[in-house]
Each structure stands twice: as C-alpha cells, then as structure tokens.
C-alpha cells in the first residue's frame, strides 16, 4: 500500500533554513507527480510547492517563491523541499501529497520559525 513519511520539521529561527523530505513507498514513485503542502492552526491546507515525475518542471505558491526548492531523488524514492530565508508565517504542519488518483498524504512533519 502507498506510504508517505514525511521527517525533518523542527524548530528554526527567523532567516533560518531546513530540509523536510518525504519517503515514499508500496508505488512506482517515479511516474507521479508530488506536492508539499502545509496547514497552519486555524487555517485551511495549503499547496506550498509541486513537482513533475521526471523532476523537469516545479511550481510553487507565491508566498514561497524564491525561498523554497523541491526536488526529488527518484533512486531514493524521495521528495524533498529545503525552505530558505524563513519567516514565523512558514510555520505550519507539512505534508507531502502522492497525485495519483483521490490523493495519498503522509503524516505531516511540524515547521516552527520562532525566535
């Protein structure tokens, strides 16, 4: 059965940078499209970045733009999103997302930017 487990979240301060990764399982990672999404307390999910199969084209919310990059190691069945320069806004829960289908979402992995 699909598996996504998402590790890396912590407690970083403002201007600060992390690596979150997601590792995916029980599918054919490397014919689907991935998405990092996020959710603050007392806000609805939101999609933060995505990236094609191949890892050839990405998006991302403009909100993060020039400040977060995803990308993926489809050897390692993984996806990752370093997020760079962060604010006390980035704080949020993240989750990686498999498009395929309904969607698959992992657990989610908690950001805190805080002095």
């Known amino acids: 059965q699909v598996q996504l487990v998402e590790s890396g979240g912590g407690l970083v301060q403002p201007g600060g940078s992390l690596r979150i990764s997601c590792e995916a399982s029980?599918?054919?990672?490397?014919?689907?499209?991935m998405s990092w999404y996020r959710q603050a307390p007392g806000k609805e999910r939101e999609l933060v970045a995505t990236?094609?199969?191949?890892?050839?084209?990405?998006n991302y919310a403009d909100s993060v733009k020039g400040r977060f990059t995803i990308s993926r190691d489809n050897a390692k069945n993984t996806v990752y999103l370093q997020m760079n320069s962060l604010k006390p806004e980035d704080t949020a829960m993240y989750y990686c997302?498999?498009?395929?289908?309904?969607?698959?979402w992992g657990q989610g992995t908690q950001v805190t930017v805080s002095s």
């Open positions: 029980g599918f054919t990672f490397s014919s689907y499209a």
């Open positions: 990236i094609t199969y191949a890892g050839s084209s990405t």
């Open positions: 997302k498999l498009n395929r289908g309904r969607g698959y």
